[in-house]
């Protein structure tokens, strides 16, 4: 049976959603009571998009509704209203372009289970002097859930299909908590010199973190996740072949360390090193395809040191057309155990699709699969974990710069050997829709 919703709040916060809504239509006056035309000369907005122009500005704000099926244990929905508000920036710098990216906004509970405040910033430099090109990056994230679809990192907020460029290796989808208020933190330098007109050197290194902020708190879950340190620290070269084709060698070496232990959860320090060979086609002007694989030796330090040889691989591809862009990526890596556990061995696949159609219509979709298991620790018990989310979602323009969305999630984990971690067991369903005002990208500045 469906748990009534909190009348009280549920008219508060939807309130809240039809002024904030009638200010974003008021503010967009020449569009308001004007039949949407099949074409337009400027672009029609269907949500929230990253600025592609040197020196612009992108903005939206979003009001939408929420119902969550599973992830509290309940078989009835509980019911979210939201407020989110998004920015892009890109600098006027064409040789040393700055770009920021902020998805921040707060979810009303309407079912009795715990409101939630949600941050999620990045930040880049690049600097070029010579022939030498520097990137300086960051990223952090306030969330109280494992990071999942969309620019927020939370399902239901209409962003599914929106996501910066990455940078560094790619990255299986990270096993589920449950409700645990976290944040993460990366920060990384990169460092390339180019040796000659194809032939580049490179050095990197980066520093990434995850807090659990309530861990011992008893009006959490009651179950802490495991806070991790992660040092990366690696070089290469590049070499292009041709105007299409290109190779590369990297080594890298990564040192993880756990503080504390959740529930007695043992967390050794670890550390991999892998040895990569690169490779890079594009095939044609908007599809490219790049594979890197190696060894990968990973140490384990308890109750003396236990060594293992394995394999790390990285494989992605990807078109990127006017109307349609997709890409699918498949990597085998050791990691930092995602909060449940000190470090595990994945293997992660990846698919994400979006297509405009009729220019007011737009579709996203992406699906992630990892399975997860425990790296050879004497006398710990093996664990698997085995990930499932899968989103999709349609927006159409209603005018010029109002859009409405409706999308639908769905997230499954099963796991064995890790019962007192602070886990996701079972199956999620996650329903949205709401309206999002962004308008045409602000010009700052001048190249």
Not at 105 to 124: I, K
Request: glycine share 12%; aromatic share 10%; with cysteine.
């Amino acid at each position: 049976m469906m748990k009534p919703f909190q009348s009280s709040s549920q008219s508060c916060v939807l309130r809240i959603s039809l002024v904030l809504v009638m200010m974003l239509v008021a503010m967009d006056r020449a569009a308001v009571g004007q039949a949407l035309p099949a074409a337009e000369a400027s672009p029609i907005s269907t949500g929230f998009s990253l600025p592609t122009t040197l020196g612009t500005l992108q903005y939206a704000v979003s009001a939408s509704q929420s119902l969550t099926w599973g992830y509290y244990g309940s078989q009835g929905a509980e019911g979210y209203s939201n407020v989110t508000g998004d920015l892009a920036y890109l600098s006027v710098s064409k040789r040393d372009p700055f770009s920021v990216v902020l998805s921040a906004g707060h979810s009303f509970s309407e079912s009795g289970y715990p409101a939630a405040n949600f941050v999620n910033l990045g930040l880049s430099q690049v600097l070029n002097v010579g022939r030498w090109n520097m990137v300086l990056a960051d990223s952090v994230s306030y969330l109280p859930e494992t990071p999942t679809t969309g620019l927020s990192g939370i399902p239901g907020l209409g962003d599914l299909g929106v996501n910066p460029v990455q940078i560094g290796p790619d990255t299986p989808q990270g096993a589920l908590t449950a409700y645990s208020n976290r944040v993460d933190n990366a920060s990384t330098l990169s460092i390339q010199r180019q040796l000659t007109g194809k032939t580049s050197a490179n050095v990197s290194g980066s520093y990434i973190l995850t807090r659990f902020v309530n861990n011992g708190n008893s009006s959490n879950t009651g179950l802490d996740g495991l806070d991790s340190d992660l040092i990366v620290g690696g070089g290469g070269f590049n070499h292009q072949m041709s105007a299409r084709t290109g190779f590369g060698g990297n080594y890298s070496y990564s040192r993880y360390t756990f503080s504390g232990s959740a529930l007695g959860a043992v967390a050794p320090s670890f550390t991999s090193q892998t040895a990569s060979a690169q490779f890079t086609h594009q095939f044609t002007r908007k599809w490219s395809m790049s594979a890197a694989a190696g060894p990968q030796w990973t140490t384990i330090n308890l109750a003396g040191q236990t060594e293992q040889l394995g394999a790390y691989a990285d494989v992605s591809t990807g078109y990127s057309g006017h109307f349609y862009q997709t890409a699918a990526s498949f990597v085998h890596s050791t990691n930092s155990g995602y909060g449940v556990a000190g470090g595990a061995l994945s293997d992660g696949v990846s698919g994400s699709v979006g297509r405009i159609f009729a220019v007011v219509w737009n579709f996203s979709a992406s699906a992630a699969y990892t399975h997860s298991s425990a790296l050879p620790v004497p006398g710990v018990i093996p664990f698997t974990v085995n990930t499932t989310v899968a989103s999709a979602q349609v927006s159409r323009a209603i005018v010029r710069n109002l859009s409405g969305y409706a999308s639908f999630t769905v997230e499954k984990q099963a796991n064995t050997g890790l019962a007192t971690a602070d886990l996701f067991s079972g199956a999620a369903k996650v329903v949205g829709f709401g309206l999002t005002y962004s308008p045409s990208s602000k010009r700052i500045g001048r190249p």
